[in-house]
């Protein structure tokens, strides 16, 4: 058979067939198109379409040594609310569950408001099993993690920078709309409610006090925001989006 890998996806592929749009695959015995495609190194999650000679596919059809299969990453705006041939399950609402190899990404879109599940240790397998149960989609950069075949909803993050990885997201989702900054507590995603300062005046440093008159707190540990806090460095990011 030949695959097509299609857009940056060649870039996924694994030595040493790294970079080659196309290659011809031998079939020796019979496998799905999705375990031939994760063969190459490309993670199902990163599959947007495949198609067979041209008609769309599911990821469980079985390969054949005369197909032409054409394998094509996401297109932003990715819509994962709606059913596909290959994800007939679409998600409630886009939140994320973040992998540890890019943490600082995860305290990034809770700034921006996004519900980000994310935990300083967890294995592969447990996050996984957060993601599927809560439809949550994975943001990671370990490609293993991703082919996991519980693992429906996922992505494999580029960037290296966490500002810059903030930003592939919110394209590739195409959330900018949607972003509400000081909505959502850096630390453990819990909502932030608007605080009484007279409430919280012990829990102020001096100069906070002196100086800070508006607060939010948050309504699940208590962390306590003002503008000179979090606000500058999140509006700097979010206006580089
Ligand atoms: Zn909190």
Redesign the pocket.
Same mark, same amino acid.
């Given at each position: 058979m030949i695959i097509n890998f299609r857009g940056n996806l060649k870039e996924l592929l694994r030595f040493p067939f790294r970079g080659m749009q196309s290659v011809d695959h031998e079939l020796t015995r019979q496998a799905s198109v999705k375990d031939i495609v994760e063969s190459f190194g490309v993670p199902h999650t990163e599959v947007g379409r495949l198609t067979v000679d041209g008609r769309d596919i599911s990821f469980s059809s079985p390969g054949s040594n005369d197909d032409r299969v054409d394998v094509y990453p996401f297109r932003p705006p990715v819509d994962v609310l709606s059913p596909t041939l290959l994800r007939p399950e679409p998600l409630a609402g886009i939140t994320f569950a973040v992998d540890v190899n890019v943490g600082k990404l995860a305290s990034l879109l809770r700034m921006a408001g996004i519900d980000t599940y994310y935990r300083n240790y967890i294995a592969d397998s447990n996050l996984v099993e957060v993601a599927v149960r809560e439809g949550r989609i994975v943001l990671s950069r370990d490609t293993d993690l991703l082919k996991r075949k519980e693992l429906v909803y996922g992505y494999l993050v580029r960037e290296i920078y966490p500002e810059k990885q903030l930003a592939e997201v919110v394209h590739l989702f195409g959330l900018k709309e949607q972003l509400q900054p000081l909505s959502r507590?850096m630390? @453990?995603n819990?909502m932030l409610q608007p605080v009484d300062k007279e409430q919280i005046l012990d829990q102020l440093e001096p100069l906070t006090r002196k100086y800070y008159h508006v607060f939010r707190q @948050?309504s699940? @540990?208590k962390?306590i925001y003002w503008p000179g806090s979090h606000l500058d460095r999140m509006l700097k990011v979010l206006d580089t989006l």
């Open positions: 507590c630390r @453990c819990g @948050c699940e @540990c962390h």
